[in-house]
């Protein structure tokens, strides 16, 4: 899955791992590998708890430095991000990635003017200051679609609504032009109507500027949309990995099938019920031990509870199963 | 008015009511429409206007001994229409001693209270903002200074810079700094764990201005409240050490906490020497006290709407 010889973005083997005293090591992430092409949008979608959210923090470097070790490789555009000091991350967050978060309610400072809080960033990284700066800050706002930027600048994160907010955060990402910009979960607090348009200019934003994407989400449905490829992550591993067609059209992972199959889908007849995955995310066996997802897979055989499978990759796609589903099974099952 | 609501006062006018709108502009509306702010208000803003305007309401001189030729032992003469609340033991109108006593109060009461403030924002700050060592040391300091009790304390300062009024001013500050740099602390360490805080990380703002226009800003509310909330108990603190006998070493100037200890040897003969200050100490801590808790319900943003 490399298509550009050097990707801006790549991930090798992370893994970040809690620690507590008293309590056993937790590895939220455990080997994760991926890669970013420049101008690419690369989906990472699974369960809460699944290590998403960890994995975008460990790239930017946010994760705290207490009780977490990070291990593996990060190497942004050739440089690597988890051996630079503070001050250098400072540079690179915010100018070469930025990073859009899950819940705009609380991500804005609520006693600070919005306004503030984008030439806050311009100021930071393009030493533009006073008029200038504000300007910049007007334009944003109106790029991703807040009316009236001008105005808006002046008003406090409660006079807006959660979509406007959720805009103003994409505009602090994008003040700078970053070459990657990594949106965790950045439609999960939003009515549906709100995440469609949301969606739509994030991927109008991202064609227009030729900024790297990363999408993290529990739902297939954005990435549907969206992504080039897409990574399926369980467990703090990844268990599926594929271009878009290939996962949507013909998913191999129990895992994958069963996320795809819980999606309620409008062409279906209206009795099917939901084909929910058995189980909660808790009911998961340590990697070591076999696979993370066979207590709740229905594909499960012996194997599965002794021996730890690998990602194998067969051309674009790498697969974590030992007893994959059959390329057609799900298709058949959803088309009825 | 307090320092605080004077400048939320402040902060309404700077910011356009349509278009502004900060937290503090809604908590301003908020306070406006509580009556409790309003009484507190009232009295609060009629306890200044008496400090400030003292020489001007008060009939007579504090220290003019005006009805000494009345005073037969045993005996002070009541109220009358030439001396409204009477005259004390000395013969000096007890009117005009209450009013200039209300100076007495504010300078000892505000300056205690912005020294507590002061240093006890700067240890917070310092613990919040800096964490690690620096926040294990200042904290250490505060349990320190709490371990000192309070009168102990003020009977060493008046032994150690005499007993002035910048003294009494320090034995009530002290007492409060740890107050102050315990809540800013753990307001801070609450506010660096915020989502914003996060985002500001993940675009590169630097750490100090992240804990200045970010974290600091945010943890301001429950130190400001305090700093109404402490007015009050500064204020009857310093009328219970001059009570007894730790204010100004000067018996001329009028102290509310004095008056009453003076007042305790002619009980019998004029009982009103005696209720008189204790009214004055407990309209201005009740103005103190239900503007600053009507301030923390406006600020609370559980209590909105």
Sequence with gaps: MNTTPEPLLDVRDLRVTFSRRGRRDVAAVDGVSLTVGAGQTVGVVGESGSGKSVTSLAIMGLLPRRGVRVEGQVSFDGRSLLTMTDDQLRQVRG?????VFQDPMTSLNPVIPVGVQVTEVLERHRGMSGREARDEAARLLERVGIPDGRQRLKEYPHQLSGGMRQRALIAIALACQPRLLIADEPTTALDVTIQAQIL???????????????????????VAGLCDTVNVMYS???????????LFGSPRHPYTGGLLGSVPRLDAPRAEPLRPIPGSPNDTLPWPNGCAFAPRCANRIDTCTEVTPDLEWTGERGLRCHNPLAPAELSAGAAR | MSIQAAEILAETT?????????????AWRRLRRNPAAIAGALLVLLFLLVAAFAPLLAPYGPTDQVALDQIRPGSIPGPSSEHVLGVDNLGRDELSRLLYGARQSLIIGVGSTLIGFFFGC???LAAGGLGGWVDGLAMRLVDIMLSIPGLLFAIAVA??????????MIAIAVPAIPIFARLLRGSMLAHREADYVMAAKSVGVRQSRIVFSHIVPNSLSPVLVQ????????IIDAAALSFLGLGTDDPGVPEWGRMLADSQSYLAAAAHLAFLPCIAIVISALGFTLLGESLREALDPRFRR
Excluded: N, Q, W, Y
């Design chain 1, 95 to 99: 100018r070469d990635i930025a990073m």
């Design chain 1, 236 to 246: 703090g591993r990844i268990v599926e990995s594929a271009p878009r067609h290939p």
């Design chain 2, 14 to 26: 700077h910011v356009d009511e349509e278009h502004g709108g900060s937290v503090r502009v809604e």
């Design chain 2, 227 to 234: 700093g109404t909330l402490l007015l009050a108990t500064a």
């Design chain 2, 122 to 124: 700067l240890l917070g």
């Design chain 1, 200 to 222: 739509e200019l994030l991927k109008e934003l991202v064609a227009a500027s030729g900024t790297a994407l990363i999408l993290i989400t529990h739902d297939l449905g954005v």
């Design chain 2, 159 to 168: 032994a150690l810079v005499g007993k002035t009024r910048l003294g009494l």
